[in-house]
C-alpha cells in the first residue's frame, strides 16, 4: 500500500471538515424545522439526510484518476428504490407502512433518516464506481470503435440484411461442391 501524498491527504482532510460543517449546520436547520408544519418539517429534514449521504459518498470516493461511470441495476433495486419508498412512506400517509415509517413527534424516525442517508449514497454510487488509474507511462488511447453488428445492420436498411442472408447461402451451397470436387480430384491420385 503506498503511502498517501500531500495532495490527498489535504484532500481527506477537507472531506472530514466538510462533513463536519455539515452536522453542526444541520442541527440548526432541524432546530429551525421544529417551529414547521409537521410534513415540511420532515421533507426538509430528509433533504438534509440526503445531502449528508451524497456527502458521505464524495468524501469516501477520494482517489486518483478518471470516475468509472456505469450503471449498476443491483445498487438501483436493493438500495435506492427501497429508500425511496421509506421516504415517500414516511411523509405520505395513504401509503402502506407509514405509521411504521413516520414519526409520532413530528421529528424524522430513526430508520426514515438513515434511509435517506443510503438514498444520498446510493444515487450517485448507482452511476459511479471510484476511480480509475491510468499507467504512467502510456500515452492516452482512443477506444476502439468496432463495426458491422447490429447496428451497422439496422443503418444499412433491410435490403443489406437480406443480401447479406442471400450471400451467406450461396457460400453455403459452393462449400459442399468444393469439397466433392476437392475428394474426387483425390480419389484418382491415391488409385495409382
Sequence with gaps: MKKPDKRETVNLFFSAFLILAFIVCAHFFTQFTANLDVTLANVINIAIYV?????????????????????????????????????????????????????????????????????????????????ELAPENAPEEQPEVLEGGVEADVLSGDDAVEENGEKAVEEAAEEPAEEAVEEAAEEPAENS
Design 51 to 131: 445531502v449528508f449521504g451524497l456527502l458521505v459518498f464524495y468524501a469516501t470516493r477520494v482517489g486518483d484518476g478518471k470516475p468509472v461511470k456505469r450503471f449498476s441495476v443491483i445498487t438501483l433495486l436493493i438500495l435506492v428504490l427501497p429508500s425511496l419508498y421509506i421516504l415517500i412512506a414516511s411523509v405520505a400517509k395513504f401509503m402502506p407502512l407509514n405509521n411504521i415509517f413516520a414519526a409520532q413527534n413530528g421529528a424524522v424516525s430513526v430508520i426514515t433518516a438513515l434511509a435517506a442517508v443510503a438514498l444520498g449514497y446510493g444515487l450517485p454510487y448507482t452511476f459511479i464506481s471510484g476511480f
